[in-house]
């Protein structure tokens, strides 16, 4: 949209992490050539060609495994297992069996078969599902890139020459490329693509970089080079401002920063809404470091330990000793603090080495959490006697995921009972997490298993609304805010008044939905840890009895 007086155009979109940011926009419009370097034909050679493929398989690995490290050092642990997932990917034998097939029934270059296969594998994902497992669609399309590019010789990346404190401006964002945001000091980012639980929208949130998505054909609408103010608590980017339109920005901007700083002096204290209701504000953490940052910026708890990164990338399951090493590591900085532990959370979506990757028809709907552990109890019994060994250390919860029907919770329950009844101990309190429709309808039926419940409300929205949260095509549906959602939250608390309840998706970390979480009954938050601090804050304005 233009100004009638003026040059300044004013574009919309919707907020995947908030912020304020201003400076000159750079258009990225990918890769500068081809990456797809024609061979000989006369020289063509299979066994030369399936050699390349395995040395450029090996070198991605190495990569992958660097940049892991990186992500882990730089910006978040957590993150760091989406590039866990991209090397088991690459690596996976079915998938190498199919590139090499390829290469030898068609008698094509390692980089044809890379394309031809990797576009197979990324349209099965899009014809056979309606709802992608997570990011599948953004992982294939890396790894192919980055892949390619090892094959043609390759070693720079279009990324790297993004100019240092730009506004980036892309169709999308992949993993790999978020780490270049770091090092060019990126001010904020605009995407034609990406939801609120998109790879994007994760990185950029970690990294406290504002972005906005959902522009659309957003390398031809904005102009290069052009100034621009982003502001990405109300979705909107004023391009060729007026100096009276900067003037009123930047003191948005300064508000913004003083209710940060506010927020953060109190950070510390316990959250009381007005009428004297204490609501706990947890973290989600992944390893050690998540806890120590996590504890700085005034974390009540841990709210979700995510056990995942320590499975994944590993070619056996840890020993139970490797375990309980690994749960008292990360949980050493909140001694004498409430830590809920969700027990192994993985399926097709994050696959694991010596299960092996689980190709199925439509991974969101397949074996998951607790159905994969059903399946391998063996898993299952070592995480519960590992909290078991630590029960007297620290005060644990453990939390089930993808529950469904009641017998998903009543499983782990027997279990560990029959444990404890053997070491003559008390069972530490077992939750459910909501996150199926299934599981929020028939929430008093899991009552007599549980001893409270947490809504997982990323999945519990894409469930509902069977609209995958990385799928543009359906971008529309997937609304975490929506009223169904509360809807479905109420509806838990009105069948059980007494059970304790907390959220610990992305819903839980947007303050404009907090008073809204609280009047269905949530007494409990957990978040990524710098959003610990402004979620405090929010929930003491927030007065329950009006």
Same mark, same amino acid.
């Given at each position: ?21 201003? =400076? ?17 034909? @006369? ?22 495994? !660097? ?13 760091? %297992? ?23 029934? #068609? ?15 990324? #349209? ?28 043609? =010789? ?62 659309? $054909? ?30 009123? +920005?930047?003191?948005? &901007?300064? #508000? !913004?920063? @003083?209710?940060?700083?506010?927020? @953060?002096? #109190? ?108 399946? !391998? ?33 009543? +499983? ?39 001893? +409270? ?23 529309? !549906?997937?609304?975490?805010?929506? $009223? ?21 998706? &992305? ?29 405090? %804050? ?9």
């Amino acid at each position: 949209m233009k100004d009638n007086n003026s040059n300044t155009l004013f574009f919309y979109g919707s907020t995947i992490s908030p912020g304020f940011a201003e =400076g000159v926009l750079h258009l990225q419009r990918g890769l500068t050539g081809p990456i797809d370097v024609p061979g000989n034909l @006369q020289d063509y050679s299979t066994e030369y060609e399936l050699s390349r493929l395995d040395q450029a398989t090996a070198k991605i690995t190495d990569d992958l495994l !660097y940049l892991a490290g990186r992500v882990e050092r730089e910006i978040d642990s957590k993150l760091a %297992e989406v590039f866990g997932v991209h090397s088991h990917i690459i690596n996976d034998k079915l998938l190498r069996d199919e590139l090499r097939k390829e290469i030898v029934d #068609n008698l094509v270059s390692a980089s044809s078969a890379v394309k031809s296969v990797f576009l197979r594998w990324e #349209n099965r994902f899009l014809l056979m599902e309606s709802a992608i497992a997570r990011e599948k669609g953004d992982d294939f399309r890396d790894i192919s890139i980055r892949l390619r590019n090892a094959l043609a =010789g390759i070693t720079a990346h279009p990324f790297e020459s993004i100019p240092s404190g730009c506004i980036l401006v892309a169709q999308r964002l992949l993993p790999s490329e978020t780490i270049f945001l770091t090092s060019r000091s990126t001010k904020a980012v605009l995407l034609e693509y990406g939801t609120t639980g998109s790879h994007a929208a994760l990185f950029t949130r970690q990294m406290g970089v504002p972005c906005l998505s959902g522009i659309p $054909d957003i390398l031809n609408a904005l102009p290069e080079n052009a100034y621009a103010l982003v502001n990405a608590q109300s979705g909107k980017v004023t391009v060729n401002p007026s100096q009276e339109m900067r003037a009123a +920005f930047q003191k948005q &901007e300064n #508000n !913004y920063a @003083q209710i940060l700083r506010t927020s @953060q002096t #109190n950070a510390s204290k316990l959250a009381v809404t007005k009428d004297g209701t204490i609501i706990l504000v947890k973290a989600n953490v992944g390893c050690n470091d998540d806890s120590c940052k996590a504890i700085k910026l005034g974390a009540d708890g841990i709210g979700l330990y995510r056990l995942e990164q320590f499975y994944i990338g590993r070619l056996h399951p840890p020993s139970l000793d490797e375990l309980i090493t690994e749960l008292r590591h990360t949980m050493a900085p909140f001694k004498g603090k409430p830590v809920c532990i969700r027990l192994l959370d993985v399926g097709s979506d994050k696959p694991l080495p010596f299960i092996g990757f689980l190709a199925e028809s439509n991974p969101a709907l397949g074996r998951r959490g607790i159905r994969l552990m059903r399946e !391998y109890p063996e898993l299952l019994h070592t995480q519960l006697k590992a909290v078991l060994a630590l029960r007297e250390e620290f005060e644990i919860q453990l939390l089930v995921p993808m529950v469904t029907l009641p017998e998903d919770i009543q +499983f782990v329950r027997n279990i560990l009972d029959t444990l404890c009844n053997k070491l003559d101990i008390s069972s530490p309190q077992l939750g459910a997490m909501i996150e199926t429709p299934a599981a929020a309808l028939s929430a008093g039926k899991l009552a007599p298993y549980v001893d +409270f419940m947490s809504f997982g409300t990323n999945d519990l929205t894409q469930y509902t609304f069977a609209a995958d949260r990385e799928n543009a095509t359906v971008e529309g !549906y997937f609304n975490d805010a929506s $009223d169904v959602i509360f809807r479905l939250i109420a509806m838990v608390r009105d069948e059980l008044p007494m059970m304790p309840l907390s959220v610990c998706g &992305e819903l839980a970390g947007h303050p404009e939905h907090t008073a809204r979480l609280l009047q269905c009954g949530i007494n409990s938050l957990s978040v990524a840890a710098p959003l610990v601090a402004v979620i405090k %804050e929010k929930i003491r304005s927030v007065d329950l009895t009006g």
